[in-house]
C-alpha cells in the first residue's frame, strides 16, 4: 500500500465513525517529517476515541499496519497516530480551531474527503 492510499485508506475509516471536515494533506516537497497528514474533526471525546480504535483496528486486521507512534489518547483533545509516511491528526473541533493545523501547513495540497 502506498503512503497516498494508506491516508485515503485513513480517511474513509475516519468517516466510518462519522468524523467530518475530513483532509488530507500533500506534505512530500515540503516536509521530511511525513508525505501525508489526515486531519479529521470530532464532536466529543467519545467520539475521538471511536474514530481513533477504529483506524487502529481496521488497519491491523485488514492490511496489517500499526502505527509506529501515538500521543494523546489518554486526554483525547488532539489525537496523533503515526504511520511514519502518513499522520493521522483526530481533532475535537476546539482544540483544531486553536492550533490551526492547515494554516501551518498552508502551502500543502489539501484534498477534502466527503462521505
Known amino acids: 500500500m ?3 492510499q494508506l491516508a485515503h485508506k485513513i480517511a ?3 468517516l466510518d465513525k462519522r468524523a467530518y471536515d ?3 494533506l500533500d506534505l512530500r516537497g515540503l516536509s521530511t517529517v511525513c ?3 489526515v486531519i479529521c474533526s470530532a464532536d466529543a471525546d467519545v ?3 471511536a ?3 477504529h483506524i487502529v483496528e481496521k488497519l491491523k486486521e485488514d492490511e496489517d499496519v500499526k502505527p509506529w507512534h501515538t500521543e494523546g489518547y489518554k486526554s483525547l483533545r488532539w489525537v496523533l497516530l503515526d504511520y511514519v509516511d502518513v499522520v ?3 481533532f475535537l473541533h476546539e482544540v483544531r480551531s486553536f492550533y ?3 494554516e501551518l501547513w498552508g502551502d500543502a495540497p489539501v484534498e477534502e474527503i466527503a462521505a
Do not use: N, R, W
Request: glycine share 4%; charged share 30%.
Open 12 to 14: 474513509d475509516l475516519s
Open 47 to 49: 467520539q475521538a476515541k
Open 2 to 4: 502506498t503512503p497516498k
Open 51 to 53: 474514530i481513533t480504535d
Open 35 to 37: 508525505d501525508y497528514f
Open 88 to 90: 493521522v491528526h483526530v
Open 100 to 102: 490551526g493545523l492547515e
Open 22 to 24: 475530513v483532509k488530507i
